[in-house]
């Protein structure tokens, strides 16, 4: 894969369950972390709340590459990944996806 064309497919999870609360994707996972925590300081829904309710306890998501793909296939691996962590046993107490 060319430099220009890597897509990350990224879950954020919670610090201290490990829970997968977000899936997404990125062409810069460094960046793309810093402003889901600025944001979360003025948006309301669900994962900016969840990420400011963090930052009030001293905490951070933590960020987990799961898969790099390229821009003709990210679309349906970020869907895979987002039905996979749906799917499972704990999956609906554990994970909120927006």
């Not at 990224?10 to 997968?20: F, N, S």
């Not at 460094?30 to 400011?52: D, E, G, P």
Request: net charge positive.
């Amino acid at each position: 894969l060319c430099d220009m064309n890597k897509i990350f497919i990224y879950a954020l999870k919670d610090p201290t369950t490990e829970c997968i609360r977000y899936v997404g994707k990125t062409v810069n996972p460094t960046k793309r972390l810093q402003n889901h925590i600025r944001r979360s300081k003025y948006l309301k829904f669900h994962s900016a709340v969840w990420i400011k309710s963090l930052l009030m306890n001293g905490l951070k998501p933590i960020m987990d590459i799961l898969e790099i793909v390229d821009e003709n296939t990210w679309e349906a691996r970020e869907k895979y990944w987002i039905e996979y962590f749906n799917s499972l046993e704990n999956g609906l107490n554990c994970t909120s996806l927006n």
